[in-house]
C-alpha cells in the first residue's frame, strides 16, 4: 500500500475550523465514524462475535507497532494509561527510587506514589534539567515525551543517556505526542500513550511498549484472559500460560473502540510523520509569532501546543466567545494544531485576544 499523502489525510477528517484542542481530545476520522456505525448495526443485526474483534485488535497492534518504530512483539494493549503505569509502578522494587517530571501529567506520577508504603521514593526535577538529575540511586525515570500543561518538549536524548549511564530505565509517555512529533519507542525501555488525543481514536485505546530485555523486570499484575499466550485457551483457572511477548502485559480490549482505532491508528502509521509535524508546529510558530510582542511564551524545541498564563481564564474565554474550542489547564490558556487547522485558526486565535491587554508570562 502506498503511503498515505499529506493532503490524503486531511480530507480523512471533517470540517474543525476552530478546533483547536488535539491536546485534549482528537476529531474522528470519517473511517471512524463509518467503522463504528457499521459495527453497531452489525451488533444490532446480531452479525458480530468475539473472534472478528480480536483481529481488529491485532490489526491497530500491528498498525501502533509500525507507527512507532518498534515489533509487534513489544506492543500490549489496555484502555487507560494509568493503570499500565500502575502496573509498572508495582514493578518497581521495594524502596527504589522513581525521577518524575515536576508538574508532569498525574496519571504518569500519582501510580508510583501510591508505592510509598513500599519505601517507594518519587523525586521530582524541571523537565529541562531532567538528565542532570539522574544518579545512581534512580531505578527509573518517568516523563513525558510533551508536557500536557506547557507544551514543552522534553530532551528524549539526554534523558535516555543519562538513564544507560546511571543503569536506570526509561518510562515515556506519548499520549501528547504520537501522531504529531515523530517518535521513536525502541529507544525507551517502556512507553505508554492512550491514543484519544493526536492519535484521534476513541477513548479506552492505549498502548504499552516494552523492550524485551525487560519483559521479565516487570510483573504483569493485571494479568487476564487476554494475557494468556492463546486467548481463547485463558478463559479458565486453574493456570494461565503468559504470553512469552509484551502481550503478556495486555488487558481485555473494549470491543467497539478498537473498532473505532483501526481506521485512524492505520492512518498516523502510513503517514510521514515529518509532515504532519512540520504543519502542526509551523502553525504554532505562526501564532507564537504573533502574539510574542504581547505575551511571553515558553520557547526551544518546537512544539504543536502553544500556552500561556491565564490565571482568570479570560483568555479562554475570549477564544471560546469566538467560537475556538481551546483549553485551560494548570492556569494556561492552550491551544494546539493538527491536520484539520489551517492558517485561519492561527489569525482567529490572534483576532479573539486583540481586546485582551497584555500579560507576561
Request: glycine letters at 8%.
Amino acid at each position: 500500500m502506498a503511503p498515505t499523502t499529506f493532503d490524503e489525510a486531511r480530507t480523512s477528517f471533517p470540517e474543525g475550523s476552530g478546533y483547536l484542542a488535539a491536546c485534549t481530545l482528537g476529531l474522528p476520522t470519517i473511517g471512524t465514524v463509518d467503522a463504528l456505525t457499521a459495527d453497531l448495526s452489525a451488533w444490532q443485526e446480531t452479525r458480530t462475535d468475539a473472534a472478528s474483534y480480536g483481529r481488529v485488535v491485532e490489526d491497530v497492534r500491528r498498525s501502533y507497532a509500525d507507527l512507532v518504530g518498534v515489533s509487534v512483539r513489544d506492543v500490549a494493549i489496555g484502555s487507560q494509561t494509568s493503570a499500565m503505569v500502575a502496573m509498572i509502578a508495582a514493578s518497581v522494587p521495594d524502596g527504589a527510587e522513581v525521577l518524575c517530571v515536576e508538574g508532569d501529567f498525574s496519571s504518569l506520577v500519582a501510580p508510583f506514589l501510591m508505592q510509598a508504603h513500599r519505601g517507594v521514593r518519587v523525586r521530582h526535577a524541571p523537565l529541562a534539567e531532567l538528565a542532570d538529575h539522574v544518579d545512581a540511586s534512580t531505578w527509573l525515570v518517568a516523563y513525558s515525551a510533551v508536557q500536557s500543561a506547557t507544551g514543552a518538549v522534553a530532551d528524549a536524548t539526554a534523558i535516555r543517556a543519562a538513564a544507560r549511564a546511571h543503569g536506570a530505565l526509561t518510562l515515556n509517555d506519548l499520549t501528547q505526542a504520537a501522531g504529531w512529533l515523530p517518535v521513536d519507542a525502541a529507544a525507551d525501555d517502556i512507553t505508554v500513550c492512550h491514543a484519544y488525543k493526536w492519535l484521534c481514536a476513541p477513548r479506552g485505546v492505549a498502548f504499552l511498549t516494552v523492550r524485551e530485555a525487560v519483559l521479565d523486570r516487570l510483573r504483569p499484575s493485571q494479568a487476564g484472559w487476554y494475557s494468556g499466550e492463546d486467548v481463547w485457551s485463558s478463559c479458565y483457572g486453574p493456570s494461565l500460560h503468559l504470553a512469552d511477548s509484551a502481550r503478556r502485559f495486555d488487558v481485555s480490549p473494549a470491543w467497539q473502540a478498537w473498532v473505532g482505532a483501526a481506521p485512524a491508528i492505520a492512518l498516523f502509521a502510513e503517514l510521514d510523520a515529518s509532515a504532519v509535524y512540520t504543519h502542526d508546529t509551523g502553525l504554532a510558530a505562526a501564532l507564537r509569532a504573533g502574539i510574542g510582542d504581547r505575551r511571553s511564551l515558553l520557547t526551544g524545541t518546537p512544539s504543536a501546543i502553544v500556552t500561556w498564563l491565564d490565571p482568570d481564564g479570560e483568555d479562554l474565554r475570549a477564544m471560546q466567545s469566538a467560537g475556538i474550542t481551546a483549553s485551560g489547564r494548570a492556569g494556561r490558556a492552550r491551544v494546539a494544531f493538527h491536520l484539520w487547522n489551517t492558517d485561519d485558526d492561527a489569525a482567529a486565535v490572534l483576532d479573539a485576544l486583540e481586546t485582551r491587554p497584555a500579560r507576561m508570562l
